[in-house]
């Protein structure tokens, strides 16, 4: 039986994952895990390769349905909302960074900030000038005319980062998203990363093989064999 969040602070839960399963054929890579995220908390999933931590933030961002149990964000049930409906929360309530930035090469850098607000009807200009807006608490100031192939490691994950946010979400869902920097460069971009969603009282989901990553978070939830096996406070 999974063990549910024992040592949530007192915060209101934004979202919560309650017994998922997910199966892929034969193989049971969800097996009842739960999960509890306060509004504005910091939580590190962390397990081995293959634990299921992965399809845990999956189906918490609704890009996966579990096979049971019952996903809620701000008492609204995700598992159970047509596709449709979980791809609009997707882009109106949730950000993603992920290993890589994923970003357009064809695209100037306050561009792939600004995309998501192009895409929700803002006007180029308008959605430009909001996104630049991000730059110098990234660190990015200067490089906003900048394309990918301009742009370091470090900066390029960065620039995603500013691109999660640009709607302001209620969580930002990050996939290992230092996992493709060295270390020094991991580190300052995490620094960023728990630090600017926090200042923008957004919740955060991080999923990461790194103790040193984890320790910046609020809390720690670690999944083995597809179950939530233990959550404690992070030290730092």
Do not use: W
């Amino acid at each position: 039986m999974s063990l549910i969040d024992q040592d949530v602070p007192h915060r209101r839960p934004v979202l919560s994952g309650a017994g998922l399963t997910k199966d892929y054929g034969h193989n049971t890579v969800l097996h009842e895990a739960s999960i509890t995220v306060g509004r504005g908390e910091s939580v590190a999933v962390m397990g081995p390769s293959g634990s299921g931590k992965s399809t845990l933030l999956y189906c918490l961002s609704g890009v996966m349905t579990p096979d049971s149990g019952d996903v809620f964000f701000n008492d609204v049930c995700v598992s159970t909302l047509p596709d449709a409906r979980r791809a609009e929360l997707r882009r109106s309530d949730f950000g993603f960074v992920f290993q890589f930035p994923g970003l357009l090469p064809e695209l100037l850098a306050d561009e792939n900030v600004a995309l998501p607000l192009m895409l929700a009807g803002t006007s180029r200009r308008g959605a430009i000038s909001r996104a630049r807006e991000l730059f110098p608490a990234l660190g990015l100031d200067g490089l906003e005319g900048r394309r990918p192939g301009e742009l370091s490691g470090g900066q390029a994950q960065r620039v995603a980062i500013a691109r999660a946010l640009i709607l302001e979400p209620a969580v930002v869902f990050a996939d290992e998203p230092t996992g493709a920097l060295d270390t020094e460069t991991g580190e300052d971009v995490m620094t960023l990363l728990v630090s600017t969603v926090r200042d923008r009282q957004a919740s955060l989901v991080l999923v990461t093989h790194d103790e040193r990553v984890a320790s910046r978070c609020d809390r720690t939830v670690r999944v083995v064999d597809g179950r939530t096996a233990s959550d404690s406070r992070s030290v730092s």
